[in-house]
């Protein structure tokens, strides 16, 4: 079966309320990874388009802060409910747009970013502060105050999850923001827009505007802004960082990584591998908590192999819009050709290309999954953060040993490990300098848990409680119940 053609967002940028178009801004083609066509054309937001949107979000912002939380979640949780009956057209869109399979896109995008609104939505009505009893009959408490202005920075692999992310906990806090894509995949996080807009959310809050770094730079520098959310690679974040940094701007930093996936020899085999698979073949591998080094303890390592490229065979590799598909292109010509790079880099460094690898005579990004084994801690593909379907299989004898190889890295977003004995599984886990660790699973990211990285991979949490500590600030007040004395 071959799905519909959704409707396609009508301009380039959604600013106060509306699509806009300017044509005046620099040609940015959108290419359907899975055949190469061109199916859409965005412009860059022109400077004069820029300052209207954060000129928009200002203006709107106070208005929007000045509601209760009930208020103010009531719309996100009817934008929950919009996405969710257009989950068929939203995925469609997000498969268009980043090339992976509809199998996945409609189980796991806008249903995210459904579940981010409607979590957001809920809890917006009891932010709250506290009251603090203070000696002699005095107190103190604390307000929960919107940051103002915030600015989402997204990656191209999960555009229609990272709009919403971003701006469901940005909104229910009092915030507005200018959401600006990834220029690989600019379309799904206008949808967001449309859809909030339609669920109520006044003109101004939830602006998109396209472009690349020459856009997010005067984004991000911009005196207007008070808070800077990125998803992406670590130098872009350490540049965003920077510069938010001169501003003494709030950030949150959702960056790359290179996560070990534990696989002990106690662990049940094919859970093992499943795991293996979803950190390293879901959404062709551009994931960036995937548990990239499968640490294999010796006894079972030729077991693991044989049953993963076993397993391999299950992989139907076609027409992403097919239900049937699960496994589609990379999102572009130019990250296969990343891709490609370290898998000629992993060969020429002496690692066992064990399947897959090469790429698919046909248009569009293809490449088969990849698997690698007798890799080793010094090799590049060991040590770089890849972003596509190639997984390193290293081997271990002791868990000591590979708990210093596994934290041995720049990265620390997240952390795998499969065994069947409960003391070790939190023993591991806890040794894990990792920010988001799995025991016996792999990549799941409910909204309720907290999401993000220790050390390069970032800064601050998605989602859950934890994320509002990023879209929010506190006023303490005190109050003096009884005379004030004063030395003189
Ligand atoms: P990039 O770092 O290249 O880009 C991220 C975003 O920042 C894009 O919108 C990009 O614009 C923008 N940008 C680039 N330079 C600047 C700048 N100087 N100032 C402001 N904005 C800028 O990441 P990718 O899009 O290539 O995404 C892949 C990366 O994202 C991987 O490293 C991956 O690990 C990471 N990632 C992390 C996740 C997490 O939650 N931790 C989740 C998903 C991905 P443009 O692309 O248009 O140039």
């Known amino acids: 079966m071959t799905l519909t053609y959704p409707t396609q967002p009508t301009a380039s940028h959604f600013i106060d309320g509306d699509y806009v178009e300017d044509t005046s801004g620099t040609e940015m083609p959108v290419i359907y ?8 054309t965005v412009h860059a937001a022109t400077p004069a388009l820029i300052d209207r949107a954060l000129a928009a979000a200002q203006r709107a912002q106070k208005d929007w802060a000045a509601l209760s939380g009930t208020e103010r979640g009531r719309v996100l949780r009817r934008a929950a409910d919009l996405m969710r009956d257009r989950n068929h057209e939203l995925s469609v869109l997000e498969t268009m747009d980043t090339g992976k399979p509809y199998q996945e896109t409609s189980v796991v995008d806008a249903t995210s970013g459904a579940d981010a609104l409607e979590y957001f939505g809920g809890l917006a ?7 603090i009893p203070l000696p002699g009959g005095d107190w103190a408490y ?13 990656a191209w692999n999960y555009p229609t999850q ?34 909030l807009h339609e669920a109520g959310l006044p003109a101004g809050l939830y602006n998109v505007i396209q472009g690349a770094g020459a856009v ?24 965003v960082y920077a510069a938010a940094a001169t501003g003494m701007k709030h950030v949150t930093m959702e960056l790359g990584g290179k996560s070990p996936l534990i696989v002990f020899e106690d662990a049940d085999l094919d859970d093992a591998v499943s795991g293996a698979i979803l950190g390293n073949f879901y959404s062709s591998g551009q994931v960036c908590s995937n548990g990239t080094r499968v640490f294999v303890q010796h006894g079972i390592k030729e077991a693991f192999l044989a049953r993963l490229v076993e397993r391999l065979q299950g992989a139907v590799i076609g027409d992403p819009l097919d239900p049937e598909t699960n496994f589609g292109p990379m999102v572009s010509e130019a990250q296969l050709q990343i891709v490609l790079g370290y898998i000629a880099r992993g060969v020429e460094e002496g690692a066992r290309l064990v399947t897959g690898g090469t790429r698919l005579d046909r248009p569009g990004s293809w490449i088969a999954p990849a698997v690698f084994a ?36 720049e990265f620390g977003l997240a952390a795998g490990v499969f065994t069947r004995d409960l003391a070790r599984a939190h023993r591991v ?30 800064v601050g949490r998605e989602n859950a409680r934890a994320a509002i500590e990023h879209y929010s600030q506190l006023k303490s007040v005190y109050v003096r119940m009884g005379p004030l004395e004063a030395p003189f």
């Open 33 to 40: 990874p899975a055949t190469g066509e061109v199916i859409a």
């Open 125 to 131: 009505g009891a932010l709250t502060g506290e009251h």
């Open 142 to 154: 604390t307000m929960r105050e919107a940051l103002g202005v915030c600015v989402g920075l997204g």
């Open 162 to 195: 990272i709009a919403c992310w971003k701006g469901a906990p940005a909104l229910a806090c009092g915030n507005a923001m200018v959401f600006k894509p990834s220029e690989t995949t600019p379309l799904c996080a206008l949808k967001v827009a449309e859809i």
């Open 216 to 239: 997010g730079g005067p984004l991000v520098a911009n005196s207007r802004v008070a808070k800077v959310s990125l998803t992406g690679s670590v130098p872009t974040g350490k540049k």
């Open 374 to 409: 007798d890799v080793t801690d010094d090799m590049t593909i060991a040590r770089e953060e890849i972003f596509g379907p190639v997984m390193s299989v290293l081997d271990f004898e002791d868990e000591d040993e590979v708990m210093a190889r596994a934290n041995a890295t």
């Open 429 to 458: 886990v806890r040794g894990f300098e990792a920010g988001t660790c799995y025991i016996n699973s792999y990549n799941d990211a409910p909204v309720e848990m907290p999401f993000g990285g220790v050390k390069a991979s970032g």
